[in-house]
T-cell receptor, first 117, second 110 residues
Framework: GAGVSQSPSNKVTEKGKDVELRCDPISGHTALYWYRQSLGQGLEFLIYFQGNSAPDKSGLPSDRFSAERTGGSVSTLTIQRTQQEDSAVYLCASSLDELAGGGDTQYFGPGTRLTVL | GENVEQHPSTLSVQEGDSAVIKCTYSDSASNYFPWYKQELGKRPQLIID?????GEKKDQRIAVTLNKTAKHFSLHITETQPEDSAVYFC?????????FGTGTRLQVFP
């Protein structure tokens, strides 16, 4: 079946512009996660959704970052007034969310490479 | 907050040798420990995972061990091959999410 998809695959923007990144999870997966991966670095948790609710937004770096999920499916991560330090690969993952404590396997999308000039 | 430490950051081995990557975690409630492999420019892919009710799990050339008392878990790759070259990430659950280690870049030389 289809895996997690993300769009665009690459995004180049100018400092100060807003960007929207999209994630399409695996069909039926109720949990959705956003991560940020800077060049050569690890995976930094940003936010996760259970259905359309975001119980944990603790990883969002600043109030310029926001995310929403509609219909329990597609999610959009929005970065307002982008800064050069926002340049990174933004990864989305989804899981079934059947096991307590986040113990379901997370499947990753291919990521969106964001470059802020 | 929860922390997952991973060592070493880089590891070079000769083809056919074994590779071991170690992680420690701080949340005693963590109950799921996956390992992901990320090839250059690709998405992370799950290679093996272990839950807190077992101490060891093996899948062909890869194995993971878990010591809940000491709060550490390890990835073992035997008979390494050049295609094992990648960055490997460990992770542990914390409050319904995964906290990832900083990654180990494994290079297998022919």
């Amino acid at each position: 079946g289809a895996g997690v998809s993300q769009s665009p695959s690459n995004k180049v923007t100018e400092k100060g512009k807003d960007v929207e990144l999209r994630c399409d999870p695996i069909s039926g997966h109720t949990a959705l996660y956003w991560y940020r991966q800077s060049l050569g670095q690890g995976l930094e948790f940003l936010i996760y959704f259970q259905g359309n609710s975001a119980p944990d937004k603790s990883g969002l770096p600043s109030d310029r970052f926001s995310a929403e999920r509609t219909g329990g499916s597609v999610s959009t991560l929005t970065i307002q007034r982008t800064q050069q330090e926002d340049s990174a690969v933004y990864l989305c993952a989804s899981s079934l969310d059947e096991l307590a404590g986040g113990g379901d396997t997370q499947y990753f999308g291919p990521g969106t490479r964001l470059t802020v000039l | 907050g929860e922390n997952v430490e991973q060592h070493p950051s880089t590891l070079s081995v000769q083809e056919g040798d074994s590779a071991v990557i170690k992680c420690t975690y701080s949340d005693s409630a963590s109950n799921y420990f996956p390992w992901y492999k990320q090839e250059l420019g690709k998405r992370p892919q799950l290679i093996i995972d272990i839950r807190s009710n077992v101490g060891e799990k093996k899948d062909q050339r890869i194995a993971v061990t878990l010591n809940k008392t000491a709060k550490h878990f390890s990835l073992h790759i035997t008979e390494t091959q050049p295609e094992d070259s990648a960055v490997y990430f460990c992770a542990a659950t914390h409050q319904d999410k995964l906290i990832f280690g900083t990654g180990t870049r494994l290079q297998v030389f022919p």
